[in-house]
């Protein structure tokens, strides 16, 4: 998470280089209307109980939804990714795993 001093530094840099302060799509802002609550949205007073609720601001809830809705809808792209391992990646991992140095004196099992 960039703080206040460190986005300084990088528009500093920024000038010194000569590019453009431009905004990247995570930093750009998007512009909520609420209306009544329906099944398809959602009041500014709901928004505002659910950040109170959860102990959150506006801004955390919202994204905390969406990242939610998110994994709801693309279910079937992360099964996909947290797929078991195939032996040959058992085995690249069991290579890069550090070797033991010492001797056992002693189990407790």
């Known amino acids: 998470m960039l703080n206040i001093y460190s986005v300084y530094i990088l528009d500093i840099s920024n000038a010194k280089r000569g590019k453009p302060d431009v905004p990247t799509t995570s930093q750009q802002p998007l512009k909520l209307n609420f209306k009544d609550d329906t099944l398809t949205t959602v009041s500014r007073d709901a928004l505002r109980g659910l950040a109170k609720k959860l102990g959150f601001n506006e801004t955390q809830t919202v994204l ?46």
Do not use: N
């Open 64 to 109: 905390y939804a969406l990242a939610r809705l998110r994994d709801e809808v693309f279910v079937e792209q992360d099964s996909e990714k947290l797929m078991p391992l195939t032996k040959t990646q058992h085995k690249a991992i069991a290579k890069a795993e550090p070797k033991g140095r010492g001797k056992v004196i002693g189990s407790l099992l």
